[in-house]
């Protein structure tokens, strides 16, 4: 996993890691001072959020935050879509490349449109900000590789991220969004985000030689 993923993908599950050391930390307590040392069962964990696997806690964030989050990742695939347009050299590399500014651009402004809509100023936190300084890391990181290697390294960062968003979406975004209208675009969103997953795989496989 590149760096900027695993920025991204450490930054969305920050929130859980800390659940977890403090759900652990609760459990693990030992208390000696009562008198009772009846064992009692744990409470039954709560049902999953949807598409949510079952056993996994969302982390939360507000739906203004949800907005600068999508604004920034998309931004960010325009933009190595672009880079990669410039200085790929496989047509498919190239014609993958338009798709994924063409795409990543639209969604981007659907979310705007929305935002305006609905009155809701996004809000830049720490994964938006992540997300756009690992995307110009990466940017960077490509635009000093040799034409030869390019291809490659470029398709290899869109699976990383498209697995990332993918996992976001599914894991944080859908299951935080509390306007109707937000959430509905994250859903429409996520099957176009398997999709291109699944293209940058079906074109890692073929670079490969496979």
């Excluded at 695993?6 to 930054?11: F, Q, V």
């Excluded at 949510?52 to 739906?63: H, L, Y």
């Excluded at 050299?89 to 338009?98: G, T």
């Excluded at 993918?166 to 969004?177: E, M, V």
């Amino acid at each position: 996993m590149s760096r900027s993923t695993r920025m991204i993908a450490l930054t969305l599950a920050a929130p859980a890691l800390v659940a977890l050391a403090a759900a652990c930390a609760k459990s693990g307590g030992n208390d000696t001072g009562g008198t009772d040392t009846t064992a009692v069962a744990p409470p039954p964990p709560p049902p999953a959020a949807p598409g949510v696997p079952p056993g996994v806690q969302p982390s939360t964030v507000s739906d203004a935050q949800i907005a600068a989050i999508v604004v920034s990742a998309n931004a960010t695939d325009s933009a190595a879509g672009e880079l990669a347009r410039e200085k790929g050299q496989n047509p498919k590399v190239k014609e993958f490349a338009q798709r994924m500014v063409t795409d990543h651009g639209g969604v981007n402004q659907q979310a705007v449109a929305l935002a305006g809509r609905l009155n809701l100023t996004p809000e830049e936190n720490n994964t938006s900000r992540q997300l756009a300084a690992g995307g110009q890391q990466t940017r960077q990181r490509l635009n000093e590789l040799a034409p030869t290697a390019f291809d490659r390294a470029y398709i290899d960062s869109e699976v990383e991220y498209h697995e990332t968003v993918l996992q976001a979406i599914d894991s944080t975004l859908i299951p935080s969004a509390q306007n109707a209208e937000l959430k509905a675009l994250l859903e429409q969103v996520r099957p176009a985000v398997a999709a291109h997953l699944q293209m940058a795989k079906d074109l890692q496989t073929q670079l490969a030689g496979g």
